[in-house]
């Protein structure tokens, strides 16, 4: 078991495995960004379009950059059609 710990502006978010995120997802933006809201809520935006799966392929990789984890170490288990979404952290 792993853990990951990501410095935000002032906080420690601590990742571990079973942890599941909210994200707030906000597709065909101008850039792709990570906001943190607290521990395990985050805002994402990225630039990918809401067709087809894309945004959500997007969303999974730019929290993959952030949390220095596989894509495939995450699920969305909730939300896969809306902007509210649960991602749960599998290893």
Known sequence: MS???????VNIIVVLPGMILTV????NAKKNSVEW???DTVKISVT????????NEA?????????GIRK???????????RIKQIEIQS
């Open 37 to 39: 809201v607290d521990e």
């Open 72 to 82: 495939t170490a995450m699920e969305i288990i909730r939300g896969k059609t809306t």
């Open 24 to 27: 707030y997802a906000k597709p």
């Open 48 to 55: 990918a379009k809401p067709e087809k799966g894309k945004a």
């Open 3 to 9: 853990v990951k710990e990501i410095l935000t502006d």
């Open 59 to 67: 969303i999974l990789e730019v929290l993959s950059e952030e949390l």
